[in-house]
């Protein structure tokens, strides 16, 4: 069986469940991704309770969409427990590059806690990486750098797997490189696509110590889903309702027939 149908299998089997402190404006779909895909999602933002729910978590998903400072001290009381437990973090870094306090806020939590996989866009990833850009908004910019030695760097820096998402999507653990090019345009009609990519990739690292391959299969199966979902869609309501429905049917036979995953030495 391809790798990636094993590990799906084995969430399906598992039932993970994934602690997640993530953004206001797409915590619904989030959890709903991860319920589609067969694990079990918690929002708990508290700073009361964020370290004894990540202790009962498999994955930590944390995303800086709508960060406060209340966000961020829950986000590091989650992050230590979950470095005690020895769960994967997953931070989805939205908007680094576009503000201070973002910049200032990532670094933090890159620097406190032992995060295992850093996601971004390319101006994201670039910015952390410390080149001079600006992310508009939450949304990329262009970077005029080789985004793969970035990707490999960054994650040789940061004993980290770092995963740059856009048209074609790079995975680095510092050795490896995956490029992963599933996926259709309609993703990008719906709001939260990155944020429900970060969900799947805490998902799949929760069952796949291997934190480079469970995230180039997490974002494989997603794009194969978003691919599948299109053929049935008129518009961004109507596909957003047929992407959860082919994440919860995704099978083994639609991932060998659709992945497009490319490993790079």
């Given at each position: 069986?391809?790798k990636?149908?094993q590990?799906l299998e084995?969430?399906?089997?598992?039932?993970?469940l994934?602690?997640?402190?993530?953004?206001w404006v797409?915590?619904y779909?989030?959890?709903n991704v991860?319920r589609?895909?067969?694990?079990?999602?918690?929002?708990a933002?508290a700073?009361?309770e964020?370290a004894?729910?990540?202790?009962?978590?498999?994955?930590l998903?944390?995303?800086i969409g709508t960060l406060?400072n209340?966000?961020?001290?829950a986000m590091?009381?989650?992050?230590?427990?979950a470095?005690?437990k020895?769960?994967?973090i997953?931070?989805?870094?939205v908007g680094a590059?576009a503000?201070?306090?973002?910049d200032?806020?990532t670094?933090?939590l890159?620097?406190?806690?032992q995060?295992?996989?850093?996601?971004?866009?390319?101006?994201?990833?670039?910015?952390i990486a410390g080149?001079?850009?600006?992310?508009k908004?939450?949304?990329?910019t262009r970077v005029e750098?080789?985004m793969?030695?970035i990707?490999k760097?960054?994650?040789r820096?940061?004993?980290a797997?770092?995963?740059?998402?856009?048209r074609e999507?790079?995975?680095?653990d510092?050795?490896?490189v995956y490029?992963?090019r599933?996926?259709?345009?309609?993703?990008g009609?719906?709001v939260?696509?990155?944020?429900?990519a970060?969900s799947m990739?805490?998902?799949?690292a929760a069952v796949?110590?291997n934190?480079?391959r469970?995230a180039s299969?997490a974002?494989?199966a997603?794009?194969i889903?978003?691919?599948?979902?299109?053929?049935?869609?008129?518009?961004?309501?109507?596909?957003?309702e047929?992407?959860?429905?082919?994440l919860?049917?995704l099978?083994?036979?639609d991932?060998?027939?659709?992945?497009?995953?490319?490993?790079?030495?």
């Amino acid at each position: 069986m391809n790798k990636t149908a094993q590990i799906l299998e084995k969430v399906r089997e598992e039932k993970p469940l994934v602690h997640h402190i993530t953004n206001w404006v797409t915590i619904y779909d989030c959890a709903n991704v991860v319920r589609a895909v067969g694990a079990l999602p918690v929002m708990a933002h508290a700073v009361e309770e964020a370290a004894d729910m990540a202790k009962l978590a498999s994955a930590l998903v944390l995303n800086i969409g709508t960060l406060t400072n209340g966000v961020v001290e829950a986000m590091k009381l989650a992050g230590k427990a979950a470095n005690q437990k020895k769960i994967p973090i997953v931070l989805d870094a939205v908007g680094a590059g576009a503000t201070r306090y973002r910049d200032e806020k990532t670094i933090e939590l890159i620097r406190e806690l032992q995060i295992d996989i850093i996601k971004g866009n390319c101006s994201e990833i670039a910015r952390i990486a410390g080149i001079d850009v600006v992310t508009k908004g939450v949304e990329a910019t262009r970077v005029e750098e080789d985004m793969q030695m970035i990707a490999k760097k960054l994650a040789r820096e940061r004993e980290a797997t770092v995963v740059i998402t856009g048209r074609e999507d790079i995975i680095s653990d510092g050795d490896t490189v995956y490029i992963c090019r599933n996926g259709h345009e309609m993703m990008g009609t719906i709001v939260g696509t990155g944020c429900m990519a970060a969900s799947m990739i805490g998902v799949f690292a929760a069952v796949e110590k291997n934190y480079a391959r469970a995230a180039s299969s997490a974002l494989a199966a997603f794009g194969i889903a978003g691919e599948l979902a299109s053929v049935e869609s008129d518009g961004p309501g109507s596909f957003k309702e047929n992407f959860y429905d082919s994440l919860y049917n995704l099978s083994a036979r639609d991932i060998e027939s659709h992945e497009k995953l490319e490993e790079i030495l």
